[in-house]
């Protein structure tokens, strides 16, 4: 079973209907302690990275201490900005700490181009990750952001937007991010939640 | 790179797709579910949902044809028509809508694209303007384009972003099905004045048209209704008539 940690950050209606879609079964935790049945985390959100203050200090321990145990966990949009040490966005609002690097706002680059970054563009040269097996050279994406993560070693796939380069998915172990979303990246991100749900239901077969 | 949207608009009225000629004469273009799986089979990059008759009928868009069309669609998806308050934006998007797109209401109450911007993000907050040339201006008009509203749009685009609107979606009446091509010089005027992605909707006819305003136009994403329902034009030879005239799509 899927935890789909609803903090308030906007509307997890078409999550759902994507891991539905898939054959997942999804839940909602009222409370840290009810992940304990979940296979793996998932979180979600948009908008302003202040919304993740919901993510109280027990939150960051429960979800902690499921990586370790072998629990999965991925970040969606603002959720994998999260997965960050923090962002500039709401500087004194902590993230979980398991990618290093700050979150920043886009620049739009020289020749200015509009932020926010909305709509579909490629992943470069994705890394072969779990996550993104099986996708072409240039898959597409829909995004939509003003705020994103460096691009360090977690990072599963790079995208640009007006020559500046960020962190499009991520991938260290089990903690896993996507900064686009994958609920709205049709072919390409079914392919990509499949994976994902895939690895889970392998883990778990494994721990049993 | 960052792909130019191409958005398919289903103009529905009583459950069904229609698509009148400056917003009169509706006549029947088919079931919206069977049409928005084979925009998407064709690589639409989005699609938005009208209740075109929603604001004088005083109804809300229909939750059950919302719920049909996003049930297995995994693209962005916009609703608007009639949306008046954050209880009927709620419903549509509890029905499956990504975005609200919002026009007499927030001209009405320009407080609601702020609220909803706050309770949804304000990628999910579209403000739709429709408007006509006046002179050397503008003008928004509402209500489906029976009543003026004293505004121009350019600066009600402006409000429109920073009262916390994720996009613009601008329709010239003038052109509205006529298929005479994009009205690009209010596109661009439009699209100049925000940092917001501005999507042009209103008088697309042939393939050139996008590239007219995608290029003079400095739209971000253009829409179109008449030009796919009645299979005259393919999404995919669109994208590749772009393609070949170096506008990035998504294919």
């Given at each position: 079973?899927?935890?789909?940690?609803?903090?308030?950050?906007?509307?997890?209606?078409?999550?759902?209907?994507?891991?539905?879609?898939?054959?997942?079964?999804?839940?909602?935790?009222?409370?840290?302690?009810?992940?304990?049945?979940?296979?793996?985390?998932?979180?979600?959100?948009?908008?302003?990275?202040?919304?993740?203050?919901?993510?109280?200090?027990?939150?960051?321990?429960?979800?902690?201490?499921?990586?370790?145990?072998?629990?999965?966990?991925?970040?969606?949009?603002?959720?994998?900005?999260?997965?960050?040490?923090?962002?500039?966005?709401?500087?004194?609002?902590?993230?979980?700490?398991?990618?290093?690097?700050?979150?920043?706002?886009?620049?739009?680059?020289?020749?200015?181009?509009?932020?926010?970054?909305?709509?579909?563009?490629?992943?470069?040269?994705?890394?072969?990750?779990?996550?993104?097996?099986?996708?072409?050279?240039?898959?597409?994406?829909?995004?939509?952001?003003?705020?994103?993560?460096?691009?360090?070693?977690?990072?599963?796939?790079?995208?640009?937007?007006?020559?500046?380069?960020?962190?499009?998915?991520?991938?260290?172990?089990?903690?896993?991010?996507?900064?686009?979303?994958?609920?709205?990246?049709?072919?390409?991100?079914?392919?990509?939640?499949?994976?994902?749900?895939?690895?889970?239901?392998?883990?778990?077969?494994?721990?049993? | 790179?960052?792909?130019?949207?191409?958005?398919?608009?289903?103009?529905?009225?009583?459950?069904?797709?229609?698509?009148?000629?400056?917003?009169?004469?509706?006549?029947?273009?088919?079931?919206?579910?069977?049409?928005?799986?084979?925009?998407?089979?064709?690589?639409?990059?989005?699609?938005?949902?009208l209740d075109v008759?929603a604001t004088?009928?005083?109804?809300?868009?229909?939750?059950?044809?919302?719920?049909?069309?996003?049930?297995?669609?995994?693209?962005?998806?916009?609703?608007g028509g009639g949306i008046r308050?954050?209880?009927?934006?709620?419903?549509?998007?509890?029905?499956?809508?990504?975005?609200v797109s919002l026009n007499s209401a927030a001209l009405a109450?320009?407080?609601l694209?702020?609220?909803?911007?706050?309770?949804?993000?304000?990628?999910?907050?579209i403000v739709a303007i429709d408007?006509?040339?006046?002179?050397?201006?503008?003008?928004v008009y509402s209500r489906s384009g029976?009543t003026?509203a004293?505004?121009?749009?350019?600066?009600w685009?402006?409000?429109a972003?920073?009262?916390?609107?994720?996009?613009?979606l601008?329709t010239?009446?003038?052109?509205?099905?006529?298929?005479?091509?994009?009205?690009?010089?209010?596109?661009?005027?439009?699209?100049?004045?925000?940092?917001?992605?501005?999507?042009?909707?209103?008088?697309?006819?042939?393939?050139?048209?996008?590239?007219?305003?995608?290029?003079?136009?400095?739209?971000?994403?253009?829409?179109?209704?008449?030009?796919?329902?009645?299979?005259?034009?393919?999404?995919?030879?669109?994208?590749?008539?772009?393609?070949?005239?170096?506008?990035?799509?998504?294919?």
């Amino acid at each position: 079973m899927i935890a789909l940690v609803d903090y308030g950050a906007g509307n997890l209606t078409s999550v759902r209907k994507a891991f539905s879609h898939l054959g997942a079964s999804v839940y909602t935790p009222a409370s840290p302690a009810d992940l304990a049945p979940a296979t793996a985390v998932v979180v979600p959100g948009v908008g302003h990275f202040s919304a993740t203050r919901s993510l109280t200090p027990e939150w960051h321990t429960a979800i902690r201490a499921g990586l370790a145990a072998g629990r999965p966990l991925l970040g969606i949009c603002v959720g994998m900005q999260w997965l960050y040490e923090g962002s500039t966005e709401a500087p004194d609002c902590p993230g979980l700490g398991v990618v290093p690097g700050q979150c920043t706002r886009l620049t739009g680059g020289p020749t200015r181009l509009k932020v926010p970054h909305v709509g579909w563009n490629t992943l470069e040269a994705p890394k072969d990750s779990h996550l993104l097996r099986g996708l072409g050279g240039h898959s597409s994406v829909y995004f939509t952001h003003s705020f994103a993560g460096p691009v360090n070693a977690a990072t599963a796939a790079v995208t640009e937007y007006g020559g500046e380069r960020f962190a499009a998915a991520v991938e260290d172990g089990l903690a896993m991010g996507l900064q686009f979303h994958p609920e709205k990246s049709s072919d390409a991100g079914l392919t990509i939640l499949g994976n994902f749900l895939e690895r889970v239901a392998a883990l778990a077969a494994v721990s049993r | 790179m960052l792909a130019k949207r191409i958005i398919a608009c289903l103009d529905v009225r009583d459950g069904q797709v229609v698509k009148g000629v400056k917003f009169e004469g509706l006549r029947s273009a088919g079931d919206p579910s069977a049409l928005a799986r084979r925009y998407n089979v064709e690589g639409i990059d989005e699609l938005v949902i009208l209740d075109v008759t929603a604001t004088l009928e005083k109804r809300l868009a229909m939750a059950r044809t919302v719920r049909a069309v996003a049930s297995e669609l995994f693209i962005p998806l916009s609703v608007g028509g009639g949306i008046r308050d954050a209880d009927d934006a709620a419903a549509v998007v509890e029905a499956g809508a990504d975005k609200v797109s919002l026009n007499s209401a927030a001209l009405a109450d320009p407080g609601l694209i702020t609220r909803l911007a706050t309770q949804y993000g304000s990628q999910a907050v579209i403000v739709a303007i429709d408007a006509k040339r006046e002179g050397d201006h503008y003008a928004v008009y509402s209500r489906s384009g029976t009543t003026a509203a004293a505004r121009d749009a350019v600066e009600w685009a402006r409000e429109a972003e920073s009262r916390g609107a994720g996009e613009i979606l601008l329709t010239s009446i003038d052109r509205d099905g006529t298929k005479s091509g994009f009205d690009c010089e209010m596109t661009a005027a439009v699209s100049t004045a925000v940092n917001i992605p501005v999507i042009a909707s209103g008088g697309a006819g042939s393939f050139d048209d996008f590239v007219d305003v995608f290029t003079t136009g400095r739209a971000d994403a253009a829409l179109a209704a008449s030009i796919f329902h009645y299979s005259e034009k393919s999404v995919t030879g669109l994208k590749e008539h772009l393609r070949r005239h170096a506008i990035p799509v998504r294919l």
